[in-house]
């Protein structure tokens, strides 16, 4: 009684003042939104925004702060930022379903599927058992038509050509996996309207103005959201024993093999030292297992496999735009139009974003030594390339010289790079007609026309550092300090330059 007392109450106000809805008193509508909401919920109310009760009712202006996905079905969502916003259908509290700590709307229809747990582990001597033991697509149980789902290799359209070329001498892979099965909240096709979002369209019949439909959508967002599917997948644990890489196969070239360069990275010990033609692996990970939902900060798996109801994670959600509920001609048009605008603009700012973060993060670049029998540095900008270039991997990782992007962007530059084939010199330059120069002198270009590599051919930014070139007579050291006059190495100047750390300011 008191919940429709408290609905009636603000129907009542917001008919009484309607400009209050939308126009000035935006903030003290949304705050008794807050208030109400938790009051029911016992101050509890933490899934409708990004903000629990009493720190304030602040509907997420970026992606950053914003719910990654919706809350639960019944309640608005922005598409551009993937925050939920508030309930848009009418919501009463049934305590006997309890979610992120508050509870399941009763009058939705909560289907809940269970949730089991299937451990399981197993060994395979041969490739075959083993990827047919992988979990594969539903409509796929081969695995030379699917990819693992999950893992680090979901991507990979054809894991029995992988396995089959990266892991030629295979004595054993083990591997072992857990199922957890999810529920879906739905609602109801015949579901009300909240009286706030009603009176909301309400006051748009009467001021339908593009400054109030903005309004509408920061508070209420772009869409609702109809179904939710929780809880999860675990997906598998793959371990590969007594593997050799490039073992009788010198001219195998791990550059072009992404993904045994992203699982070298994975070996406690090994970052920045790919295993030689002569080294053998004993475990590699090929997947992590990915729980999707449950709470994290139980270590133990009987605790956050329980905690899978609790504390549930949306895997795939269902929406509508809100503007399909209006009923005015009006006003539904003239939402429908705001809401592509918004969705327009907002799509191309979050691309720029996007690309220009892509930009801006930087990956590092290496110095290699080789010591044994003459004298050589490298600069790298892949800790695999060395595994078996020139069946020569005695090369040791000297450390990460600076950071530099993975593409063409922001002023950068090709490095180019040569190779002295009589002493073993590696030369490297920014300049194509010193590279041309070097080429009549002995040297031989590597790397193709493209170069190497990307780097700054001068400061852009206040965190870029110097890289300088030095030359003893035999070998070129490239240094973000001073040449080592000791060791007999003199300045040749600036030769690049790369960022400090991994993120261009």
Known sequence: MRV????????????????????????????????????????????????KCGNGFELPNDATNAIPSP????????????????????????????????????????????????????????????????????????????????????????????????????????????????FQVSLPNDAPLSPYLSAAFDY???????????????????????????????????????????????????????????????????????????????????????????????????????????????????????????????VRAGLKAAIDDYMGRNYAALQREAANLHMRTLSPVYRYAHTRGYLDHMVLFSTSELGCTHNKPDYTLEGVLGYSPQTNVLGTVPLYRAFRPHNGDHFFTTSYPELQLACRNGYEQEGGPGGVGWVWPSQQAGSMIPIRRCYNGNDHLYTAGSCPAQAGFREEGISFWLNSHSYLD
């Open 204 to 330: 748009l019949a009467t001021a339908p103005t593009r400054a109030n439909f903005d309004a509408f959508i920061s508070y209420f967002g772009t869409h609702a959201v109809i179904s939710a599917i929780y809880g999860g997948i675990a997906e598998q644990d793959a371990i590969v024993q007594n593997i050799a890489f490039c073992a009788g196969f010198t001219d195998y070239d791990m550059t072009q093999n992404s993904e045994a360069e992203l699982l070298n990275t994975l070996v406690p010990g090994s970052r920045g030292n790919p295993p030689t033609h002569t080294e053998y692996i004993e475990h590699r990970s090929l997947g992590v297992v990915d729980l999707k939902g449950g709470n994290p900060e139980f270590p133990d798996w009987p605790r956050r496999s329980a905690s899978f109801e609790s504390d549930p994670v949306v895997t795939d959600a269902t929406v509508i735009p809100i503007w399909t509920q209006v009923g005015n001609p009006t």
């Open 71 to 182: 809350a639960v079905a019944g309640v608005g969502w922005d598409i551009v930022t993937g925050s939920s916003t508030m309930p848009l259908f009418s919501i009463t509290y049934d305590s006997g379903h309890v979610v992120n700590g508050w509870m399941f709307p009763d009058n939705q229809a909560v289907s809940f599927l269970g949730n089991r747990v299937v451990p399981e582990s197993n060994s395979f001597d041969s490739l075959g058992p083993f990827l047919r033991s992988l979990s594969f697509p539903a409509n796929s149980n081969s695995p030379a038509l699917g990819g693992v789902r999950g893992g680090l290799y979901a991507t990979r359209p054809n894991m029995l050509n992988f396995y089959a070329s990266t892991f030629k001498d295979l004595t054993k892979f083990s591997h072992s996996r857990v199922a957890v099965q999810s």
């Open 4 to 51: 429709i007392l408290l609905f009636s109450l603000i129907i009542a106000v917001l008919t009484t003042f309607p400009g209050s809805v939308l126009g000035g008193g935006l903030q003290g509508y949304a705050n008794q939104l807050r208030s109400d909401a938790c009051a029911k919920t016992g101050g509890r109310y933490n899934s409708f925004t990004s903000f």
